[in-house]
């Protein structure tokens, strides 16, 4: 079985800063990409930005030059910088993994259970 873990939401004041880890456990033969999507109230989720573990990355113009996702494929780990945060970001952010396990013959993406991050003053 294959875990996301994530940690590192809460409620920042517009400008500020917060940083978001997602840890994969479990039975993990090879992950293709993690990284980050959020849904605010009312909206469809949105992807945020994704890494490969070769470091390719792709991110929302939204966020460009605001966040930065990182990794670390030694602890199965990915990072979100999230800084200028603004009232807009707010949202429930997901973790996302595209990953081969050993329960399964070809990748499958696995989701986090979300963490809440709020901005506002």
């Known amino acids: 079985q294959v875990h996301l873990v994530e940690s590192g939401g809460g409620l920042v004041q517009p400008g500020g800063s917060l940083r978001l880890s997602c840890a994969a456990s479990?039975?993990?033969?090879?992950?293709?990409?993690m990284g980050w999507y959020r849904q605010a109230p009312g909206k469809q989720r949105e992807l945020v930005a994704v890494?490969?573990?070769?470091?390719?990355?792709n991110s929302a113009d939204s966020v460009k030059g605001r966040f930065t996702i990182s990794r670390d494929n030694a602890k199965n780990t990915v990072y979100l910088q999230m800084n200028s945060l603004k009232p807009e970001d707010t949202a429930v952010y997901y973790c996302?993994?595209?990953?081969?396990?050993?329960?399964?013959?070809?990748?499958?993406?696995?989701w986090g259970q979300g963490t809440q991050v709020t901005v506002s003053s």
């Open positions: 996302y993994a595209n990953l081969l396990s050993v329960e399964l013959t070809s990748p499958t993406n696995y």
């Open positions: 890494i490969t573990m070769g470091g390719g990355t």
């Open positions: 479990g039975r993990i033969l090879s992950i293709n990409a």
